[in-house]
């Protein structure tokens, strides 16, 4: 079956403790994203990759790390929990077309993060 | 810079009536126009998308999308709406003249009432 996994679901954490949120896909795309949700703020994007050892910043990228050194899996590290990074986390990817780039997402089923 | 915007924070609608989540966008170039929904604790799914065409797009579980150039708009309808239906749903956009990534609405709260 064709899925973004993560894991944890979900992680109560307390602040300043080092934390790893995985991602992984089983439908070989090239592009992966992480994203955060806030209640009345919608999806904003974290970290992005492209491909293989290529991550750019989204749009609010402080406070959290992430890697692609396997096409399958996008990991999203926290070095130093804070409080304000208490939220939902989706991770997505999707194919390159090479009409149109980035196309249609598909979403894992999300981690519910709270930093105490 | 791509921007959309979902100016209704929930939209309550009873069982069997016609639907409507308005979106509205802006970007510099072209958009690449997307829909997905949220059902409690499940990640994003996708509904419908619009590039170039027929204005009037059908996707998932009977939803259809109108595409207006000239009001920037991309609203998601359904004619006869179902109690299943409810949960979260937003808009996203691409400017295809700019960049890979999609911004998301805020999103739209439905509640279809029995």
């Known amino acids: 079956e064709a899925q973004v996994t993560q894991n944890p679901r979900y992680l109560i954490t307390v602040t300043g403790k080092k934390l790893t949120v995985t991602c992984s896909q089983n439908?070989?795309?090239?592009?992966m994203s992480w994203y955060r949700q806030d209640p009345g703020l919608g999806l904003r994007q974290i970290y992005y990759?492209?491909?293989?050892?290529?991550?750019d910043k989204g749009d609010v990228p402080e406070g959290y790390k992430v890697s692609r050194k396997e096409k399958r899996n996008f990991p999203l590290i926290l070095e130093s929990p804070s409080p304000n990074q208490t939220s939902l986390y989706f991770c997505?990817?999707?194919?390159?077309?090479?009409?149109?780039?980035?196309?249609?997402?598909?979403f894992g089923p999300g981690t519910r993060l709270t930093v105490l | 810079a791509q921007s959309v915007a979902q100016p209704e924070d929930q939209v309550n609608v009873a069982e069997g009536n016609p639907l409507t989540v308005k979106c509205t966008y802006s970007?510099?170039?072209?958009?690449?126009l997307f829909w997905y929904v949220q059902y409690p604790n499940r990640g994003l799914q996708f509904l419908l998308k619009?590039?170039?065409?027929?204005?009037l797009v059908k996707g998932s579980y009977g939803f259809e999308a109108e595409f207006n150039k000239s009001q920037t708009s991309f609203h998601l309808k359904k004619p006869s709406a179902l109690v299943s239906d409810s949960a979260l749903y937003f808009c996203?956009?691409?400017?295809?003249?700019?960049?890979?990534?999609?911004?998301f609405g805020p999103g739209t709260r439905l509640s279809v009432l029995p």
């Open positions: 997505a990817s999707s194919p390159l077309s090479k009409v149109v780039g980035t196309d249609t997402q598909y």
């Open positions: 439908m070989n795309h090239e592009y």
């Open positions: 990759s492209m491909n293989v050892e290529v991550t």
């Open positions: 970007v510099s170039g072209n958009p690449y």
């Open positions: 619009y590039i170039t065409g027929d204005n």
């Open positions: 996203a956009v691409r400017d295809l003249n700019y960049g890979q990534n999609f911004v």
